[in-house]
C-alpha cells in the first residue's frame, strides 16, 4: 500500500533542474534507499516531502491526501518526521528540550494548551524512553551542541520519534560515522522498522545501503534512471554508469 | 525617606525594566531583531494620552486600551515583516519606528510637533496618588511582567520560542508554526511596550514625539544587550544599569556618549553576551560559588 506517492515532481533553482519529472512511491512498512551521485536532487527530495521547497509541478499525496506546498509544521503534524543531512540540534537547548520541541506538537495548535508546562511527568517521561530508545539516556541534560557528532545523530532521529512518525526520512544518517556507530543505526533502523515505521534513506554507505534496505530509487541530475531490489540496482548498467561514468560501465560487464 | 528627585529616578528606571523585559521576549526569546521596539510605547503613550485628554477616559482603563492597542498594532504589522529574511527585519523594525513617529510628528490630530499634554497622574478614588504611589504602581507591572515571561518561559511557547530563536527551519520541521509564535512574540513584547507608554504619558504628563524615536529603540536594546540577552535577569540589570547612568555620570555629562560608546565596545569585545549574560564572568562565578543555584 502506497504511503506517499510522487508523480511529476520538478523543482528548479535559478535555471538549474534539481528534480525533473520524479514519479515514485513510499510503501507502508517498507525500508526504502534513495541513492545516487552527488547532485542528484535527493535532499531537495526530501525538502519537497516535508514542506521546504515548494515543487513547481507535481503532487506528492500522503495516505491519498495532497501534501506539495503546505507548511513544514503541518507536515510534521501529518506524521512525516525527518533528519537532516548536516545535523542540526537545537545547540544550546539540552537533549530532554530537543526531544520535547519536537513533543510539543501535540500541544502547539491550541493557544490554551500550549501555555501549560512543558517540563511535567508525562512528558519528561515520553522524551526520557525516546532518547532511551537511541541509546542516549545518561546525557540528558547537556546543551546539545557539546554533543560529538555520532550522538548529534542520535538525538536527531529522537527528536523526529517524539513526532509519531508513519514515515521517517533519514538524510545520510551514516554521514560521518565510524563502522561500529553505522552498525548500530542498522540495528535501530531495523528495530524502527520493525515497530511500523515506513523508512526512507538517502545513503551513500553501500554496506548500510544493501544491509537495510528492502528496495532502492537511484536518481542522477534530477532524474529517476532505476528501481528495485538491491541485487538488481548494483548490477544495472545505468547505475553504474551514473556512478563511476560510461567507459567504466562498458568495462564491467 | 527617599527624595523626589530620587523617585523620579526609580520611577524611569522602572520604566525602561518594563521596556527592556517587553523587547527581550520579541528579540531574546524569539530571537526576532526589533529596532523599533519605541514604536510601541510610543503608540501606548498616545493612545493612553488621546483617551484621557480626549475622551474622558480615567487612567485605568485608558492603561489597558494602551496595552491592548499597542499589541494588536504590534500583531498587523509583524504579519508581514515576519516572511522578510532575519536581516531585513532589523530595517522593517527600524522602518516601522520612523513612520510611527512621523504619523505622530505630522498629523494634526495627534498634536503634530507640540504633542499631547495636560495629562494627569492616575486617580485613585478621585484623589491623586502621589509620586511613591506611582513607583508602586510601577514596581507592581515589572513584578507582572516578570510573572508572566516565568510563565511563557516555562511553557511550550517558551520552548517553541528556543527552537525558533536557535535555528528556525529546524524548527518547522519539528512541527512548529514559526509564523504563529513570531507573531506571538511580537504582539506580547508589543502589548508590554505599549503599557509602559501610558505610564510614561502620565509619569511626564506631556508626551512629544521625539520621545519614541529610533535613538530610544536603540537605548531600550542595549539595555537589553548589555545586561544579557534571552535571560530575564539581563534586562533589568541593564534598565536599571544604562537608566541610571545619565544620573550618575552628571558629573562628566559633556562625556557621557564617550562613556556610553566606551562601555558598549567593552562589553561586545569581552562580554557579548551581556553581563549577566549566560556565558559572562559574574555568573560563571555564581554558579561556581552556589552550584545549588543552578537554574535560570
Redesign the interface.
Same mark, same amino acid.
Given at each position: 500500500m502506497a504511503l506517499l506517492e510522487i508523480e511529476h515532481l520538478t523543482k528548479e533553482f535559478d535555471g538549474v533542474t534539481a528534480l525533473q519529472d520524479v514519479t515514485l512511491e513510499m510503501r507502508e512498512g517498507e525500508i526504502l534507499g534513495v541513492i545516487g551521485p552527488n547532485g542528484a536532487g535527493k535532499t531537495t527530495l526530501f525538502n519537497c516531502i516535508?514542506? +521546504?521547497h515548494t515543487p513547481d509541478r507535481g503532487t506528492i499525496r500522503f495516505r491519498g491526501e495532497p501534501i506539495q506546498g503546505r +507548511? *513544514? #509544521?503541518e507536515i /510534521?503534524?501529518r506524521g512525516i518526521?525527518?533528519t #537532516?543531512q548536516i545535523v542540526? *540540534? #537545537? *545547540?544550546?537547548?539540552s537533549l530532554t528540550?530537543n526531544v @520535547?520541541? /519536537?513533543y510539543? &506538537?501535540r =500541544? =502547539? *495548535?491550541r493557544l490554551g494548551?500550549?501555555?501549560? !508546562?512543558? &517540563?511535567h511527568p508525562a512528558s519528561l517521561g515520553a522524551a526520557a524512553a525516546l532518547l532511551n530508545r537511541v541509546g542516549l539516556a545518561s546525557a540528558q541534560e547537556r546543551p546539545a551542541g557539546t554533543l560529538p557528532l555520532g550522538l548529534k545523530k542520535r538525538l536527531e532521529i529522537a !527528536?523526529a520519534l /517524539? @513526532?509519531n512518525p508513519s514515515l521517517l526520512l533519514l538524510d545520510e544518517p551514516s554521514g560521518g560515522l565510524r563502522h561500529e556507530e553505522s552498525q548500530q543505526l542498522l540495528d535501530l533502523i531495523r528495530g524502527l522498522n520493525q515497530e511500523g515505521i515506513t523508512i526512507v534513506l538517502i545513503e551513500h554507505n553501500m554496506p548500510i545501503v544493501m544491509g537495510v534496505c528492502q528496495r532502492l530509487v537511484v536518481l542522477d541530475h534530477g532524474v529517476q534512471i532505476a528501481e528495485g531490489d538491491p541485487a538488481a540496482i548494483q548490477r544495472n548498467p545505468l547505475v553504474i554508469e551514473a556512478y563511476l561514468g560510461k567507459s567504466s560501465s562498458q568495462s564491467v560487464e | 525617606m527617599l527624595s523626589g528627585y530620587l523617585i523620579t529616578v526609580l520611577i524611569t528606571i522602572g520604566i525602561y525594566v518594563v521596556l527592556a523585559l517587553s523587547l527581550n521576549m520579541i528579540t531574546g526569546y524569539a530571537g526576532q531583531i526589533s529596532l523599533g521596539h519605541a514604536a510601541f510605547m510610543g503608540i501606548g503613550a498616545y493612545t493612553s494620552a488621546l483617551l484621557f485628554t480626549r475622551a474622558g477616559f480615567s487612567f485605568w482603563p485608558a492603561f489597558l486600551v494602551s496595552g491592548v492597542v499597542a499589541g494588536l498594532v504590534g500583531a498587523i504589522l509583524a504579519i508581514p515583516c515576519l516572511r522578510v529574511r532575519e536581516d531585513f527585519l532589523a530595517i522593517t523594525t527600524m522602518g516601522i519606528n520612523f513612520v510611527v513617529e512621523a504619523i505622530f510628528l505630522y498629523i494634526p490630530f495627534f498634536g503634530a510637533g507640540m504633542g499631547i499634554g495636560g495629562i494627569l497622574p492616575p486617580t485613585v478614588f478621585g484623589r491623586e496618588i502621589s509620586k511613591p504611589e506611582f513607583l508602586l504602581l510601577v514596581i507592581v507591572l515589572i513584578l507582572a511582567t516578570i510573572a508572566v515571561d516565568r510563565w511563557l518561559i516555562r511553557s511550550w511557547i517558551g520552548l517553541g520560542w528556543a527552537a525558533i530563536r536557535e535555528d528556525e527551519e529546524a524548527a518547522g520541521a519539528m512541527g512548529i508554526d514559526v509564523v504563529r509564535f513570531k507573531v506571538l512574540a511580537f504582539t506580547l513584547g508589543s502589548a508590554g511596550a505599549g503599557l509602559a507608554g501610558s505610564l510614561y504619558a502620565h509619569f511626564l504628563t506631556f508626551i512629544m514625539p521625539v520621545n519614541f524615536g529610533f535613538g530610544q529603540s536603540i537605548l531600550i536594546l542595549s539595555m537589553v544587550v548589555f545586561g544579557g540577552i534571552g535571560t530575564l535577569r539581563g534586562p533589568i540589570l541593564g534598565a536599571i544599569f544604562l537608566g541610571a547612568l545619565p544620573e550618575v555620570s552628571r558629573p562628566v555629562m559633556e562625556y557621557r556618549t564617550l562613556l556610553y560608546g566606551v562601555l558598549l565596545l567593552l562589553l561586545m569585545r569581552y562580554q557579548p553576551g551581556g553581563i549577566l549574560g549566560e556565558d559572562s564572568v559574574l555568573i560563571r562565578g555564581w554558579r561556581r560559588l552556589w552550584p545549588a543555584a543552578m537554574h535560570s
Open positions: 516535508t514542506g +521546504m +507548511m *513544514p #509544521f /510534521a503534524r518526521a525527518r #537532516f542540526r *540540534p #537545537f *545547540p544550546t537547548l528540550d @520535547l520541541v /519536537a510539543g &506538537h =500541544y =502547539y *495548535p494548551l500550549s501555555t501549560t !508546562r512543558s &517540563h !527528536r /517524539a @513526532l | -
